[in-house]
């Protein structure tokens, strides 16, 4: 094992991953199931029961709501999702509470000794935050594990370890760069967590036929939204897609669950997800970043009439779609400001502002950062107006971090308790 002194703050741990591997995305499973079978990962179970989720849009909020209704079922859980908005601890969540910096940097030093003990193995950020988590998990391991996948499925570094259920959200196109733009590829790709003879929950009534074929290939049951299961008014609204909801009732009853309808309706109704049709007073945060997401929103924000301007704050990332997401948007948007990110991925205000214009939109501000944007535009806001903050979990996370410095500094909009959409 490498002499190296061990960073002794999660601040510095992280700055050291970030450094430690040549790119920040590397598909594959070789080197992290290598790491895995050096820290016993493989040899056990790491929980009671474990559902991974794969998709292009509503993995998090599937994995909030079956977080949410696995604890209203009185049992423990362990949750692993990315990216995060705000802190690196919002990734791991253990009984519902956000993991301490104690156990992510034992998580890190744990994988750290493994990939040094023998042939050095590199890891990317990614990896060694999936293996961090999943080690975290192991030593108390909960009835029932929920992992997200970061980036397609098959080779995705959460897909070393076998579901007891599988399933897959949406399938469309995102991260093409990684995944192409076929979207039988694409979802056969996603449809790379399904095991054989293992549930595999189809979350929704418009994926490609490759999803069902792999599901056919390897002997798993299928359970289809709109074919073996679906949602009726009677199911609350809990502020997220409702197909999500419908999903991750069918994935936890496939797990073993009995579900207590009291339970579940009490789950719905509390369950909260930070970047997801989340109000604050005027704003409303969303992390949608491709255009499949961006109808949902234009959709959400057109069922619920604004007596004022509805603005969008607007910041992607350089290899996203960024025409297919404006115009989406366009139709419920009245106003638009830009703004820049940073880091190499990152997409100007002026190229946004660009596209904008090419399809007959006008900017009203370019804004060097989301938070200056964000600034800009509170003071021009009328009452009654309304903004949709979207693009990156980038764009959100500096926006709320934002929000929330504001209202504690008492610069607070006339109704932080959220708007009439939010309710």
Not at 150 to 170: F, K, M, Q, S
């Amino acid at each position: 094992m490498s002499n190296v002194a061990l960073p002794t703050t999660l601040e510095a741990w992280l700055a050291r991953l970030e450094a430690a591997h040549p790119v920040g995305i590397d598909l594959g499973l070789d080197r992290v199931a290598e790491v895995a079978r050096r820290m016993g990962l493989l040899a056990r179970p790491i929980a009671g029961r474990v559902i991974t989720v794969a998709g292009t849009n509503g993995k998090g909020s599937t994995v909030a709501m079956l977080e949410a209704l696995a604890r209203a079922h009185g049992l423990t859980t362990a949750t692993y999702t990315s990216p995060h908005l705000i802190r690196y601890n919002e990734r791991l969540r253990l009984d519902g509470q956000e993991a301490s910096d104690a156990i992510l940097m034992a998580g890190f030093a744990a994988v750290e000794a493994a990939r040094l003990d023998g042939e050095p193995v590199s890891l990317t950020y990614f990896e060694v935050g999936t293996l961090g988590a999943l080690w975290a998990m192991a030593q108390r391991p909960a009835d029932i594990a929920l992992l997200e996948v970061g980036l397609g499925g098959r080779l995705d570094a959460v897909n070393i370890i076998d579901p007891d259920v599988a399933v897959v959200t949406t399938v469309a196109q995102d991260h093409a760069a990684f995944l192409g733009t076929d979207l039988e590829q694409i979802g056969r790709e996603k449809a790379g967590i399904l095991r054989p003879g293992r549930p595999a929950v189809l979350g929704s009534r418009e994926l490609p036929a490759s999803v069902r074929q792999v599901a056919a290939e390897l002997g798993a049951p299928v359970f289809a939204l709109g074919d073996d299961f679906r949602w009726d008014d009677s199911l609350p609204d809990p502020g997220l897609p409702l197909d999500n909801a419908a999903t991750a009732l069918k994935a936890l009853e496939l797990a073993g669950v009995a579900l207590d309808p009291a339970a579940c309706r009490r789950a719905l109704t509390e369950v909260r997800l930070p970047g997801r049709m989340q109000w604050l007073g005027q704003w409303c945060l969303d992390v949608g970043h491709n255009p499949h997401a961006a109808r949902y929103l234009a959709e959400r924000l057109a069922a619920v009439p604004c007596a004022g301007r509805t603005w969008a704050l607007l910041a992607m990332l350089g290899d996203k779609d960024a025409d297919g997401v404006i115009a989406a948007l366009a139709p419920a948007v009245d106003g638009w400001v830009t703004a820049s990110l940073a880091g190499e991925r990152a997409r100007r205000a002026d190229d946004l502002a660009e596209r904008l214009a090419g399809q007959g939109a006008a900017v009203a501000h370019r804004g060097g950062s989301p938070r200056e944007a964000a600034a800009w535009l509170a003071e021009r806001l009328a009452p009654e107006d309304r903004v949709l903050v979207c693009g990156s979990f980038f764009t959100v996370g500096e926006v709320l971090e934002w929000l929330a410095q504001r209202t504690s500094a008492g610069q607070t909009d006339q109704d932080t308790g959220g708007s009439e959409e939010a309710r």
